[in-house]
């Protein structure tokens, strides 16, 4: 089943197109990143599915019911967390989750029981300091057991790890793994080795589209040719090869870096290697990454 479908959605502030004939659908207990250079509209379409932003054109269904702009009958179904949440620094978190699950209008003994699995879950049980003092992971995290105090069926997370250093978004990527059987998450980031790491599938926004979806795997078997790296032993066969087999790129004084070759080209190289009678340290075929798929899809 889709969590949450968007279909034909355009979106243009004045003249500037944002979202031009946009589609995709998130599938229940995915982890879907949603990448896109700065600019590209992440937020735009997050506040749209929040029904905070009008829509131009098309629609957007979250848990199958149509999300109508101004009204949060659908945000019953959706936990948000924003880039940078705030707080109220004051309260320690046990109280800043009990206020929000009084605001929701759920019971005491809910609110009670949910708010410290959640502060479990995020490793903010044995805190009792203030907000204030909080470092950014900490409130990143306290922000997720915000989102998720009532039980939303979609997360959504708005660049959820770009404020942290690596520790504090290794924490919050494993936070989002270890939810994937309760919820749909939708997270949006421009550090694609976080999506790598924990997403199932990716849609890249590119000019108001999506320009391209899928598996990471799928995605990484699209791209034409990663290229290939040598390491020589020493900075004088390092420059003779790149003398003789023209398109290396320097990585080191000892190793080149062939771009966009193919295993054919490489093949060859080797012969090259082995009839000038070198020895060389290491050669191999470059693993593609999700970086070069995203750099093939936007210089196109
Ligand atoms: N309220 C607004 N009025 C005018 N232009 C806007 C408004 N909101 C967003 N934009 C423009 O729409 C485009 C998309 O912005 P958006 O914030 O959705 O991008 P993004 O992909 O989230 O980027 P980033 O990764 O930098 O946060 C940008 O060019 C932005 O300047």
Redesign the pocket.
């Known amino acids: 089943m889709d969590m949450l479908r968007v279909s034909h959605v355009s979106k243009s ?2 003249s ?1 197109v ?1 979202l031009d004939d946009l589609n995709f659908a998130v599938k229940e207990h995915t982890i879907y990143g949603f990448i ?10 997050m506040k749209m599915i929040l029904g905070l932003l009008k829509i131009d054109q098309g629609e957007i269904e979250v848990n199958g019911q149509k999300v109508t702009y101004g009204q949060n009958k659908t945000n019953q179904f959706i936990g948000y967390l924003p880039d940078v949440p705030e707080f109220y620094g004051y309260m320690t978190p046990m109280e800043y989750l009990k206020l929000c699950g009084e605001i929701s209008g759920m019971s005491s003994l809910d609110i009670q029981k949910k708010a410290s699995e959640l502060l479990e879950l995020v490793g903010l049980k044995e805190t009792h300091t203030r907000i204030q003092g909080f470092s950014r992971g900490m409130k990143q995290r306290l922000g997720i057991a915000q989102a998720l105090l009532n039980s939303p069926r979609l997360l959504i997370c708005d ?1 959820p790890t770009s404020a942290l250093d690596p520790v504090g978004r290794k924490e919050i990527l494993d936070i989002l793994l270890s939810i994937k059987n309760q919820t749909t998450v939708i997270f ?1 980031t ?1 550090i694609l080795s976080d999506v790598e790491r924990i997403c199932d599938e990716i849609a890249l ?1 590119h000019h108001g589209k999506i320009a391209m979806e899928g598996k990471l795997e799928d995605l990484k078997k699209l791209q034409r040719s990663n290229g290939f790296e040598i390491e020589c032993y020493n900075l004088q066969d390092a420059d003779y090869l790149a003398n003789q087999i023209a398109g290396s790129q320097r990585l080191s004084s000892t190793k080149l870096y062939y771009p966009q070759k193919t295993k054919e080209e490489m093949t060859q190289t080797m012969l090259f290697i082995v009839n000038h009678q070198m020895t060389i340290q290491k050669i191999e075929m470059c693993e593609p990454t999700l970086e070069n798929v995203f750099m093939e899809v936007i210089e196109k």
Do not use: D, P, Y
């Open positions: 502030f004045g500037h944002v896109g250079q700065n600019g590209a509209g992440k937020t735009t379409t660049e949006s421009h926004l």
